[in-house]
């Protein structure tokens, strides 16, 4: 079975940084890519990063400039370093593995969230 984890959330002041891990582990083969999503209460899902096998990095561009995904796809252990935290990237924050077709969608397997909360 396959088991997806974030951890790291917590509430930081606007301005403060803060790091999510993510691990996947249950299956063998190398994921193309990992992604990181975002959910607020009554909003929708939004991808926000990715990071692929041969280590490209793409976001969009409500995060562009202050998220960064470091860490090692082909071991399935990657890092959202968040910077320069605004009010508005409060939400619930999740890892996913193993998409078929594009790193921003589809994804095969997802975490439970990790909730980030920043305050003024």
């Known amino acids: 079975q396959v088991h997806v984890q974030e951890s790291g959330g917590g509430s930081v002041q606007t301005g403060g940084s803060l790091t999510l891990s993510c691990v996947a582990s249950?299956?063998?083969?190398?994921?193309?890519?990992m992604g990181w999503f975002r959910q607020a209460p009554g909003k929708e899902r939004e991808w926000i990063a990715y990071k692929t096998q041969t280590g490209t990095t793409h976001y969009s561009k409500s995060v562009q400039g202050r998220f960064t995904v470091t860490g090692d796809v082909s071991t399935k252990t990657v890092y959202l370093q968040m910077t320069n935290l605004k009010p508005e990237d409060s939400a619930m924050y999740y890892c996913a593995t193993e998409a078929p077709y594009y790193c921003t969608m589809d994804y095969t397997y997802w975490g439970q969230g990790t909730q980030v909360t920043v305050s003024s």
């Open positions: 249950g299956y063998t083969t190398t994921p193309n890519c």
